[in-house]
């Protein structure tokens, strides 16, 4: 046994000469130091031995696995550190070469337009209310006052998951979720992403953003939601911007305008930009009618309210002076990097 623990430690020490990766080197140690290696076979003969030889042999054995394990963990230290001045060469830093410039990006058009509404509306005492993009039909059509048969509701202009879910077509369902769940008195404005089948030009698109309001309380009438919308107008346009309201027709609004805005190029005198009318229509308005009131639990004998909704890529298109809504989905960082 003398022999073979000699034999084990010489082979050992022979294997370890030369400098090794770590993972060498672990399968060096699991060869003659691990549960099945070959060390660990001779000690199993050490029941054979006779008693007086036993101490002697536990002894050596001992010295041989001490010597090969002071050995490994010198060779350990070694890879790591050759392992580690590897890592650092490869990694050194020229402190002399120029730095490289990082390009810092910025807040779409859109997001800046939807950003300084939403901030208007704030000042003035709205809250932001949210909702999902994928809606019931109840919110989108039904609790709107808007009938079966009303064209909005055809597959031609409607994105339908199923018969009962669609992909909202404005972000008035978020007014009725907050009126379910909300008793007047109400202030909210709901920007955010919609859905409709139109074919892509200049100035359509399938998707788009609006940004709705909505005001809920006792005694509100059509003055209130013309100073309002003055106020915005005069906040985002400036002060000499004038709005007018031309009679229209909403399910969910009665009596309900289209509200154009002075020509923000020509100021009303007349242009391109307007068409020689001086006026740009920019968003359509009127009072909430009572069955949507009734609809949302909420008494139309006591309450009264008014809501508008305003397209954001038509206010971009205007305050930027943009001709063509496509470049906003077109990802031209030359283009965007203008605003």
Not at 43 to 65: F, H, I, T, Y
Not at 89 to 103: A, F, N, Q, R, Y
Not at 173 to 195: A, L, N
Not at 333 to 338: E, P
Request: charged share 25%; proline share 5%.
């Amino acid at each position: 046994m003398k022999e073979k623990l000699e034999q084990i430690k010489n082979e050992a020490l022979s294997v370890l000469k030369d400098n090794l990766p770590v993972d060498e080197l672990e399968k060096i140690r699991v060869e003659f130091l691990g549960k099945k290696g070959k060390l660990t076979s001779i000690l199993r003969e050490m029941g054979k031995l006779s008693q007086e030889d036993r101490p002697k042999m536990g002894a050596l054995a001992n010295s041989v696995r001490s010597e090969i394990e002071q050995v490994l963990e010198n060779k350990f230290e070694e890879a790591e550190v050759i392992l580690q001045n590897a890592k650092l060469k490869e990694e050194v830093i020229d402190v002399t070469m120029p730095g490289k410039l990082t390009s810092m990006g910025k807040l779409h058009p859109l997001t800046q337009v939807i950003d300084q509404i939403s901030d208007i509306f704030i000042g003035m005492g709205f809250e932001i209310a949210e909702g999902p993009e994928v809606e019931f039909d109840h919110y989108n059509f039904e609790a709107l006052n808007i009938p079966k048969d009303h064209p909005a509701r055809d597959t031609q202009d409607t994105f339908y998951v199923n018969d009962n879910i669609v992909l909202r077509s404005q972000t008035s369902p978020v007014q009725i979720r907050v009126m379910e769940k909300t008793q007047p008195p109400i202030r909210i404005i709901s920007p955010g992403r919609v859905y409709r089948s139109d074919a892509v030009d200049a100035t359509h698109s399938p998707v788009f953003h609006q940004i709705e309001g909505l005001v809920v309380d006792k005694g509100i009438t059509m003055a209130d939601l013309k100073g309002t919308l003055e106020e915005f107008v005069k906040s985002l346009y400036g002060p000499e911007a004038k709005i007018r309201f031309r009679p229209h027709h909403f399910p969910f609004t009665e009596p309900s305008a289209e509200v154009d805005v002075s020509c923000f190029v020509c100021g009303g005198k007349g242009c391109s930009v307007c068409k020689g009318e001086g006026w740009i229509e920019i968003l359509g308005a009127g009072m909430v009618h009572p069955t949507v009131l009734q609809n949302c639990g909420i008494d139309p004998e006591v309450y009264s309210g008014f809501a508008f909704g305003v397209g954001a890529e038509r206010i971009s298109m205007g305050k930027f002076t943009i001709d063509d809504m496509r470049q906003f989905y077109d990802n031209d960082i030359k283009f965007l990097q203008q605003f």
